[in-house]
C-alpha cells in the first residue's frame, strides 16, 4: 500500500514538474519578446556579432546602440537589420533565437540576410551602403 501511494506521489510529481517548465517556458517567451519590442521602436537595430565568431549563428549576435569596433579583417563585425529580419517568438526555431537576426537562413536570394553576410564577406571594407535594408560592418 505504502509502495503504491509511493508511485502515485511520484506520477503526480513529475506531472506538476512538466506543468511549472512549460508555463516558465512561456512566460520567458513572453517576457523575452516583450522587453524586446518595448525598447526597440523602430524599424532598423544594430547587432554586434562577437568578434571572431560565425556570422551565421544568431546567439552570437547582441544589439548595440554604439557604433560597432571591429576586431580583425575578413570578419563581419555588426550589421543593421530591419525588425523583419529578426526573430519573433512564433517564427524562432529555438527560444534563444528569440530577438536575434535571422542569419542562419541560408538561401542563394540576393534579398536574404545570409547572402548579404556572404557578400559583405567576398567584398572588401564595410558596406555602408544600404543593401535590402541593411548595413553590414567588416574591417578591411
Known sequence: MVNQNCRVFLKLFAMIKSIIYSI???ATTFLTWNSFSKTHN??????????YSDPYVPTNYTISYD???????GYIC????EDTDIYTPWDAPYIDYVGKPKVDIYSSSPSSLSYGITRALNEPGSDSNPYYGRIYYELE
Open 42 to 51: 523602430y524599424s532598423v537595430v544594430l547587432f554586434v556579432l562577437a568578434p
Open 24 to 26: 516558465t517556458l512561456i
Open 67 to 73: 557604433e560597432p569596433e571591429c576586431y580583425g579583417a
Open 78 to 81: 555588426a550589421i543593421y537589420v
